[in-house]
Structures are given as C-alpha cells and as structure tokens.
C-alpha cells in the first residue's frame, strides 16, 4: 500500500489521476455494477446520489439504529429524513414496518446494511417497486457482504460504500463509492463531486468539492484485492465466537446468515444484559469494545431539536442502543484472542 502511494504521488496527477479511475473500474466490477464513482467519504457518497436523485422537500426513509451520517446525508441533500424501526432479529430496518411509515411525501428508501448484515432486500425492493420509490443502499459497512448471491450495493438503484479506516477495506483515509448501472445516475454524481463541471470552467449545476485523491485511490487498489480473505477471517473469527459463547446466559449472538445472507461481519455485536458492566470487565481485563450506537439517531441533540423526535418513537432501536456491544474483530485477531475475550465473558456471566 505504501509503495502504490509512493508510485501515484510521484507519476500522477494528484487529484482525479489514473489510479482513481482503475479503482472505480475494479470496484465495478467487484461489485457487479456497470458504474461506479469515487467521492470524498461515505456520507457524500449518499449525499450525492440523493441529490442526483432529487429529493428536495421529499423524505427518504432510513433507519434510526446507524451512525448518524445516514440520516446527515439525507438533510444535506435537501431531502426530510424519516424513520422506521428495525428487527430484533438482524438489527435492519423491517419491510413490515416501513409499509406503515410511507406517506406521500416518500421519495426513496435508505436502508443500512448494519454491522455487514445485508437488510431484507427483497422485502425492501417490493415495497420500492409497487409504490415506485428508489432504493438507495447504505453498504458502508458492508463492503462484499452477498444477499441472494448479489453483492450489497448491486441490488437497489444505487449503493453507498465508506472506506473510512475502520471499514472492512479502506483507502488509507477518507473515501466513499457509488454504484449503480444507471449511466446518467453516475455522471450526475462525477458532476457533482467535481465542482458541477461540465469543462474546467463551465459548470451547470451547484457541485461539490469531494474527489477522492488519486494517493488514497492507489491506496483503495490494494486494499480491494485483499477483501475477500479479509472478509473469510471476519467469518472464521465470529463463528468461532458464536461457537464458544453459544448457550452462555445473559447475551445473545448477532445472526450468522444463511443460504441466502452471507454477512461480512464488519463488527461482531452482541445483546447483552448489563452492557456497560460487562464492557468496564473487559475493559479491566485488556479487551477494547465499543458500542454502536448509543444514541439512535432519532434521539441525536440536533435531530430533536430539528424534528421534535421524542423517546419511545422506535422502541426496539431504542432498546438496542442500550444492550448491544461489539466484541473485537479484525483480520489480524489470534484464535487464541478470541477464546480470551470469550472467556473473559463466560467468567462475567458466572459460565454457560
């Protein structure tokens, strides 16, 4: 990674170079769309493409149990987020609640592929195509995750990737993707990103400045072509995880996928009782945590103050922000660390 930053900052253009157009072409084809678009982040890969999507004044549906980036991006769009509560079983927004929160004023759907959990797409995609709404896909997290054997970010209108550096790939900094198969789709988000050119100093549209630098690009090139061996040692470490904490008390295990659901375990959460204490024990006994998230974004200072949300809005996101904790995860983990963190869990919990 180093030396292809080394290589693009010495014989490319810095901004918009070779590199950058290799990586989008690469993680096309990755991904399994027709087009793909580098941006500056994750949030102005969504921002964008609502934009060019043209939800002004409209709401786009979205999950509140995400980091607020998803919701962010709908309001920088011009667009009026709205939500709907998820599923206790996979954490994703529920297509049986969403049918419930539509209203006239619905222009898109924003689901979260939370954790590197692919949503219930088909569920999501009926509900798209009978009331005619775009489907925008939230795969920052998910970077490789399948549903039904299509990768995430292949399957709606357009997909949002981050590769900010705790991501599953990164680029060694900020960076985002868009994918789509729509041609006009990807050249309103080229535009957009690049100040709304239509030549250098002819511009036909409020654009943005948020390239991806052609170093973090070269970066990205790398990083892609280790991700899927990445993401095989994410899938041995949690189902060594869930093989050693099946049956303990007091948690309960993040879903593992399916026939059909092959997650990429961006993080290994699990629902527990006693979050904060169990997270102070292994804190104490050398294990790292976090929690994702906190505060759902329904309950954020500012989206309170903007929208009059109020607690008891969504209940089960509510619920969960509460009780969910990630345990370590990461290529580089040891078997022997995991067995670790787990004992120190089994030991919280007084055994299976």
């Known amino acids: 990674m180093v030396d292809a930053v080394s290589n693009a900052l010495r014989n490319e253009r810095m901004v918009l170079g070779e590199s950058v157009f290799k990586f989008e072409e690469e993680f096309a084809r990755y991904i399994g769309t027709k087009h793909a678009v580098s941006v500056s982040s994750g949030t102005a890969a969504l921002a964008l493409s609502l934009i060019a999507l043209d939800v002004t004044d409209l709401e786009v549906l979205t999950t509140p149990l995400s980091f607020i980036a998803t919701a962010n991006a709908v309001v920088q769009a011009g667009g009026v987020p709205t939500f709907s509560d998820v599923s206790e079983m996979d954490y994703n927004i529920d297509p049986a609640k969403v049918r419930k929160r539509l209203t006239a004023k619905t222009k898109a759907i924003l689901p979260v592929h939370l954790f590197g959990h692919p949503a219930d797409m088909d569920g999501l995609m009926d509900i798209a195509k009978s009331k005619g709404l775009k489907m925008v896909e939230d795969a920052a997290q998910a970077h490789g995750a399948t549903y039904r054997k299509a990768k995430v970010g292949s399957i709606g209108d357009v997909g949002c990737f981050s590769f900010y550096s ?19 789709l990807a050249k309103s988000v080229a535009k ?5 050119r239509t030549s250098r100093y002819v511009h036909d549209v409020i654009g943005f400045t948020a390239r991806l630098n052609t170093a973090n690009a070269a970066f990205g090139l790398v990083q892609l072509r280790h991700l899927e061996a990445w993401n095989e040692r994410r899938r041995s470490i949690a189902a060594l995880y869930s093989k050693i904490l099946k049956g303990v008390g007091g948690i309960a295990l993040p879903p593992q996928g399916n026939k059909d659901v092959n997650p990429v375990f961006h993080l290994f959460v699990i629902k527990c009782e006693r979050r904060d204490e169990l997270a102070k024990h292994l804190s104490d006994m050398g294990v790292e945590c ?8 329904h309950l954020q200072p500012v989206y309170r103050e903007m929208y009059k949300f109020a607690p008891g809005s969504f209940p089960i996101s509510e619920s969960l922000s509460s009780s969910l904790l990630s345990l370590p995860i990461f ?5 022997a660390e995991v067995k670790y963190v787990c004992e120190q869990i089994i030991d919280f919990f007084g055994g299976p």
């Open 331 to 335: 290529p580089a983990l040891r078997d």
């Open 192 to 196: 957009l990103r690049n100040c709304g």
């Open 290 to 297: 976090g929690v994702h998230y906190p505060v759902p974004i």
């Open 166 to 184: 705790t991501k599953n790939m990164t680029v060694g900094g900020d960076g985002g993707m868009v994918t789509t198969d729509d041609e006009e």
